[in-house]
């Protein structure tokens, strides 16, 4: 019962937070130069949020079909290593950046986004990837011969 509770929360939950590092690694990437305080000027904040919004819906839509592939491979193999969810984040950052138009029309780093796809899958990890699969069974207890 307890495999079917973490699939059912754990597993959105950290689909959730791995899309919002995404978002918060990007954010960061174009508003983290900012010479000013850019949280004390109405205009400027609620730029940020909204830009943030659309930030987490398009990494949200734009990852769902693979990060459930993905997924489902982890649990059935029970792959629960950090650097297989980091490798796979980071993997689905580069082809995004290959097939996004965010990258060219803003000129940044092409290394943004497989940044985000890596802070991403650790976020991933942290929440539900490290109990991916189904729980080890303990080892049954040795039958004594007659």
């Given amino acids: 019962m307890t495999d079917l509770l ?12 791995a899309v919002l590092a995404a978002a918060l690694t990007i954010l960061a990437g174009w508003f983290g130069h900012q010479t ?8 400027a904040t609620g730029f940020v949020i909204g830009t943030g919004v659309l930030v987490v819906l398009q990494i949200g839509a734009l990852a769902v079909i693979p ?16 650097f297989f969810y980091i490798a796979i984040g980071g ?25 985000a796809g890596f802070v991403g899958g650790l976020a991933y990890w942290l929440i539900a990837g490290r109990l991916a699969g189904v729980a080890p069974r303990p080892p049954a207890a040795p039958t004594s011969a007659p």
């Fill in 6 to 17: 973490r699939l059912l929360f754990l597993v959105p939950l950290g689909f959730i937070a």
């Fill in 36 to 43: 000013g305080d850019i949280f004390t000027d109405f205009e």
């Fill in 67 to 82: 990060a459930v592939v993905v997924i489902v491979l982890a649990e059935v193999f029970t792959w629960r290593s950090v």
């Fill in 91 to 115: 993997g689905l950052g580069l082809l995004a950046s290959q097939f996004n138009g965010m990258l060219q029309e803003t000129n940044d780093s092409p290394i943004l986004l497989p940044a």
